[in-house]
């Protein structure tokens, strides 16, 4: 029987559903123990796939990511060890677009700000002037599947949508630009691009600097697409009105940003609906089942 190994934490039916087609093992205590002889391992993007991970798993013949990206994958280690590497694209689409537009929300209607003064028995109203979507121009950063679900999300609110892609389809509901046009005219710029060697550190202290004086920064895709210490820096003096934050160049997060009051962090929570990870399991299992036949 196939052997597979779960080692982050997947939905309770779809774990059902894998252990009545499947040897399963699920979240071992030592995980390169038990891959020694395992045919399939399946992650989230807590555990790092390796070559020293993988240096022992001789019969091992597929990596899947219950997600999106692959970049805490060795991809090429995996290739020269003819391991095939599947994830499930499509599953999250939905809940992080709409955590994307939700942090947007909360960011401009300083809404965590507000929470927090009400629980403590404060009536701030003064204090928390916010401003509107609608008319303003956000700029996407990556039109896949998310990015283009984030648009779809947008557009109901007035908003002018420019994006930047290396493969742009031309659409009539928005229009690609250069990043640098992108940065310099967009009252808020949302990531939705994969991490590789040529994205990590694209919004450095130059491109920052380049943003719209007041602009918004939201960050729903991966933490080290951004140098977090000049967003710091930029929040800080005031260049940047605020930002909303899922994700970190280093999980857990404990770093300056969590000083800030202009910022709205979150724990990485971008597919963690209840649907969303139901679509994660439901589209993982049916990866499995093509592959392994």
């Not at 009539?172 to 710029?189: G, H, K």
């Not at 967003?231 to 999980?251: H, N, Q, R, T």
């Not at 990870?277 to 439901?282: C, E, L, P």
Request: some cysteine.
């Amino acid at each position: 029987m196939v052997k597979i190994v779960v080692a982050d934490k997947l939905d309770d039916e779809t774990i059902v559903d894998m252990r009545m087609r499947w040897q399963l093992i699920y979240q071992p205590a030592e995980l390169a123990k038990e891959i020694v002889d395992a045919d399939v391992l399946v992650v989230r993007s807590r555990t790092k796939v390796t070559k020293e991970l993988l240096a022992g798993a001789e019969k091992l013949r597929v990596v899947a990511r219950a997600g999106v990206g692959l970049d805490n994958i060795d991809v090429e280690e995996c290739g020269r060890r003819n391991i095939m590497v599947v994830n499930t694209p499509g599953a999250a689409t939905v809940a992080v677009a709409e955590l994307a537009v939700g942090l947007m929300l909360a960011v401009l209607r300083k809404i965590p700000k507000a929470d927090r003064g009400m629980k403590a028995r404060k009536w701030e109203k003064k204090d928390l002037l916010g401003a509107e979507l609608f008319g303003k121009t956000a700029g996407i950063v990556g039109m896949g599947r998310i990015g283009r679900a984030v648009a779809d999300r947008l557009l109901p609110f007035g908003v002018r949508i420019l994006a930047t892609d290396p493969h742009p389809k031309p659409a009539p509901a928005y229009s690609f630009v250069p990043l640098e046009q992108l940065l310099r005219e967009s009252d808020i710029v949302t990531l939705h691009t994969a991490l590789s060697a040529e994205t990590r550190g694209m919004l450095g202290r130059e491109q920052i600097g380049m943003m719209k004086q007041g602009a918004v920064l939201v960050n729903t895709a991966r933490g080290a697409l951004v140098d977090e210490e000049a967003l710091y820096d930029a929040l800080k003096a005031g260049k940047l009105a605020g930002a909303g934050i899922d994700v970190y160049s280093e999980e857990p997060y404990s770093g300056k940003l969590c000083e800030l009051e202009n910022v709205v962090l979150t724990p990485h929570l971008g597919s963690d609906t209840a649907e969303g990870q139901a679509r994660v399991g439901k589209e993982l299992i049916e990866r499995l089942s093509e592959v392994l036949g």
